[in-house]
């Protein structure tokens, strides 16, 4: 909409009708609460949740709270995650025999930690993508066979299941991406202007990369409001015709959804097409599903931190100042990179010590006898009839001065001789990495805009409007490890339930409002 002036020379003047409309538009825009209409997102579950196990299966995989699945679990942390774990770097996946010394498992059975069940083009065809901070494309497999992408996957000893494969030609909203019309192609890879824009994307996993052409087609999500709306939304996405390495062995069977803060990544397309702002948020709950919503800047009662990202590892890594364990307080400044990829947090020494030494002065219950195949150096034995047991609260000051409450830093698992707890942190040589066990229990938002990381207490449920009922934890006592009614209490007891709080300004149906408000005004002094 022009501004109305009337030129003299050098010099214009607006009418006082055009000041406020001005005043308006630029508060608008300042506010940013006109930016989108809300956020918008879909359930995301973990590789051992049922939903997931229901359609790539669970024979070979190690029972959930066994030892077996944390030794899995850890490996996979070491390897799929190399380009943080440096000792890891060039390891390809590799056999694991466990304790019983019959059961050999492929890492790459275990795939990515956390899917999402996704909607491209039109007509809608759904994929189960895994989701990935630590890269940036998002890709399905495309136009390919057997011998290029994955087809399908062994859903039992006699049956296959079949995956579905994207095709741009079986899409009317779909088109090609052409050399000349877009910045995110390869000069190198562009033999002309008018040739399709094609790509090749590595991973640090040996010899594990997808190639094929950009395309364009729309996401289908929903609002994460009252209404629940459906809204389509236009993204760059690759036709992966070709896969190799631990991608070709199903590690992503049905497409990998990047996070990364690179400009090919879904949160900054939906930035760049003026869908929102460039954010995104991650929920983790305790049973295994969660929740990602685009476009979601948070709340005013979030805590945050300011995040930087080095050029050769795009990573969100964040600084921490300080640790508590308990009343015991040592101020040391270290880097960690907040990767919820990770299982597990790794953290280097003086840290590590620091907190497990004395973690483990804190806890009452005895300490469990060595053993070997256990990856985590502090467990301790359950009694038979315990329900619960005290942990000490572990709290670690953000750069800025904010506090991080771990909400649950400890696992419990089966042994042959009873349950057993461990401090679930692990010791790193070369890097710090903050792992999805210490984001659990709280909504992560990724702003990439301002550069910061918020976090609020959140059971995944009263916060969103995911779709999923949540899991209710079995009461037998023959219950799993990965069901146990077993609980940890931080002492003194550390509550972090979500507290009701009146709407914010940044809460989606509140930004909508005052959005329709504002252009209510804006026409009204337009038409003035």
Known sequence: MALAWTSSSSSYSLSSGSYILLALLLLGLNS????????????????????VKQILGFEGLPQKGSVEYYVAMTHRDS???????????????????????????????????????????????????????????????????????????????????????????????????????SNLCDPSQCPSNNSNCAYTYPYLADNTSTSGILVEDVLHLITDDDQLKAIDIPITLGCGKNETGILLEGSAPNGLLGLGLDSISVPSTIARKGQGPNSF??????????????ADNGTSEQKETSFTAEPSSPSYNISITQINVGVNVSKMEFTAIFDSGTSFTHLTDPAYTFISKTFNSKVTEKRHSSNSQMPFEYCYDLSANQTGYMIPIINLTMKGGEQYSLTNPTEVFTTKGGYVYCLALLKSTN??????????????????????????????????????????????PAASPSSLSLSPVASPALSVNPKATAPSSHSPKLKAFTCAIMMLFVSFFAIV
């Open 32 to 51: 940013g609460i006109c930016h989108g209409l809300g956020s918008f997102g879909f359930d995301i579950h973990h590789r051992f949740s049922d939903p």
């Open 281 to 294: 948020s991650m929920c983790f709950g305790s049973d295994g599903i969660g929740r990602i919503n685009f």
């Open 79 to 181: 390897i799929m995650r190399g380009r943080h774990l440096a000792a890891s770097n060039n390891q390809s996946p590799a056999p694991l025999t466990f304790a019983n010394g019959n059961d050999t498992f492929f890492l790459y059975t275990l795939g990515s930690l956390y899917y999402a069940n996704v909607s491209v083009g039109t007509p809608s065809v759904s994929y189960l993508v895994a989701l990935d901070t630590g890269s940036d494309l998002f890709w399905l497999p495309c136009d390919c066979n057997n011998s290029t992408c994955v087809t399908s996957l062994p859903k039992s000893s006699v049956l296959d299941l079949n995956l579905k494969i994207y095709s741009p030609n079986a899409s009317s909203t779909s088109k090609k991406v052409s050399c000349d019309s």
């Open 431 to 476: 890097i710090n990495v903050i792992g999805q066990n210490f984001m659990t229990g709280y909504h992560i938002v990724f702003n990439r805009d301002k550069k910061v990381i918020g976090w609020k207490p959140s059971n995944c449920y009263n916060d969103s409007n995911s779709n999923t009922s949540p899991i209710n934890p079995s009461q037998s």
